[in-house]
């Protein structure tokens, strides 16, 4: 795991991408999982500009975020992979057909009997 040098501003959770947490995600390791939940309001800080990077970790995270630099540590691969998650719409396929115009009508010719009712109880 990454050297814990970088600033712990609170818990950061997303609960518009991640409502059941990182760790029940199945995206992110344990250990990812970790990181963003102690690191990641510094870490979207910094991204974001709203945070100067203050620590030499925090300055190796900017400049792998930015491209200054290739993406080596921890917080860069974990926060990399965050972005890609959250920022990439995701197709799910499902197995259910959904009714067509031309497929309504042919529910009407089922009848074989010509519309006669005299078989069925009422």
């Given at each position: 795991m990454a050297g814990d040098q970088m600033r712990n501003v609170g818990k950061f959770y997303d609960d518009?991408?991640?409502?059941?947490?990182?760790?029940?995600?199945?995206?992110f390791t344990v250990g990812e999982a970790s990181i963003l939940e102690s690191y990641g309001k510094t870490m979207?800080?910094?991204h974001d500009g709203l945070l100067k990077p203050e620590t030499?970790?925090?300055e190796q995270?900017?400049?792998?975020?930015?491209?200054?630099?290739?993406?080596?540590?921890?917080?860069?691969?974990c926060w990399v992979k965050y972005l890609k998650q959250t920022s990439?719409?995701?197709?799910?396929?499902?197995?259910?057909?959904?009714?067509?115009?031309?497929?309504?009508?042919?529910?009407?010719?089922?009848s074989d009997d010509g519309?006669?009712?005299?078989d069925m109880d009422f």
């Amino acid at each position: 795991m990454a050297g814990d040098q970088m600033r712990n501003v609170g818990k950061f959770y997303d609960d518009k991408h991640f409502p059941r947490g990182f760790n029940r995600s199945g995206v992110f390791t344990v250990g990812e999982a970790s990181i963003l939940e102690s690191y990641g309001k510094t870490m979207r800080g910094i991204h974001d500009g709203l945070l100067k990077p203050e620590t030499p970790e925090e300055e190796q995270f900017f400049a792998e975020i930015t491209g200054q630099q290739e993406i080596s540590s921890d917080f860069a691969k974990c926060w990399v992979k965050y972005l890609k998650q959250t920022s990439t719409k995701t197709r799910s396929y499902t197995l259910c057909n959904s009714p067509r115009k031309s497929s309504a009508s042919s529910f009407d010719d089922d009848s074989d009997d010509g519309g006669s009712d005299d078989d069925m109880d009422f």
